[in-house]
């Protein structure tokens, strides 16, 4: 039987859609929330196109199949590999080193090893997926291999790859055992997006220093092929936020939020997956310091942090968690009051409308990581503050910082500047506020992530066909 082929490729680690288990114990397919998938599923429907990615499970046999005019190709992994590529490689290595190794790297060979096996199996779906001349789009910090896997395979495609997260310096790149093959990897394409214009100078700072390349201005050639490195900062569906922030049922869930949180007090507010690049832990302790201090008191605020579970196998992340479960439960016992405690704490994933009626209901939202390629909640922060109202407190060290003018900008290692930016965004005049808001809000309206898909693909057309098959 011939195989359909198609014009436009997605490959990411995971398929757009998440296996939901509904009450009576049946499953289904669900869209997985976020920006990501909002922005490019439409894309690939109207292009009549393909999604390669992992189900999510291990040893998932599920074979492929059509959902909403996307053809979604299952890559399965087993056990073993999802221990090895994704948890080992993915997020022991590759993550904790492209964010400033804010927690120690480990490197194993059978990681590595694995990391290969499944970006070549990848690269072999798409090879048989994508049509003559195809554009393929690949995702992220999982497959940096797989853009040269694949050239090897169809050197007639286009290829553009996305980088989410941010991409070290020279000097911590360089500790990556067999650094020079990832960087061949992603060679492979013919556009390689990065969320910062530094990230993309790092990258081809790397290809000159590793592989005595000569790059200029923002392209290499390599292998007689001309590879760009160029920032593309990602965004989100402003209008969908929007409108959950217009819907009367979010307002409400916003009034009955600040309500049942102490009324008259003043709402900070964190989201993050928990994750430790997040600077969850020290944003914690600052807002003990200050409570401490007497710079807030119990009655006059409390911080709302919601974490989401996160890589719950692996062990720092582990670690975080009780880190900060403890941290909460000191600051609680020390400085709370009966009925009334200064950090409410929920490790638990919330729904798009309950998060944006936190957002609505937050007087100073707290995104302060310590590394963040982008940063998404920021921009969803903004988005949903229709009233103009409300503070951002920023880490400089997000992409969201390049943006976000209008935010209180902290550096997150300093304890004394994170707690003067929450005071500052605290006791800022409202007629400051608005201005600080309204220039946000312009930004991220005229930048949502529609944009940046379209930016993306633009560039990526215009790139030369490198061969002819
Ligand atoms: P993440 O590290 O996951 O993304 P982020 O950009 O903040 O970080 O996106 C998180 C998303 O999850 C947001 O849409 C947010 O609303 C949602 N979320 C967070 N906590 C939640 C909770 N408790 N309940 C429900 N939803 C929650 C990676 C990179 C980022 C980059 C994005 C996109 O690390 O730097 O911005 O990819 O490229």
Redesign the pocket.
Known sequence: MERRRYGFVVVANRLPLDRITDERGEQHWARS????VSALEPIARSAGGAWVGWTGGPDDDTEPFEADGVYLRTVPLSGEEVDRYYEGQSNSTIWPLFHDAVEQPAHRREWRIAYETVNRRFAEATAEVADDGATVWVHDYQLLLLPKLLRDLRPDLRIGFFL??PFPPVELFIQLPRRAELLRGLLGADLVGF?QPLAAQNFLRLTAQLLDLRPHGEQVEYQGRTVTARAFP?S?DVSEIDRLAADPEVQAEASRLRRELGGDRRLLLG???L?YTKGIDQRIEAYGELLADGTVSNDEAVLVQ???PSRQRVAQYQQLRERVEREVGRINGEFGDVGRVPVQYLF???SREE?VALYLAADVMLVTPLR??????AK?YVAARRDEGGALVLSEFT?AADELHGAFLVNPYDVEELKRGVSAALRADPEELTDRMRRMREQVWEHDVDHWAQEFLRALGRHPLSATP
């Open positions: 929330p976020g920006g990501l989410h997260i969320q990602i989100i989201v993050d997956r994750d919601v974490a989401t638990q994933s919330r998060l963040d390629g982008m940063n998404l909640v969803e992409g």
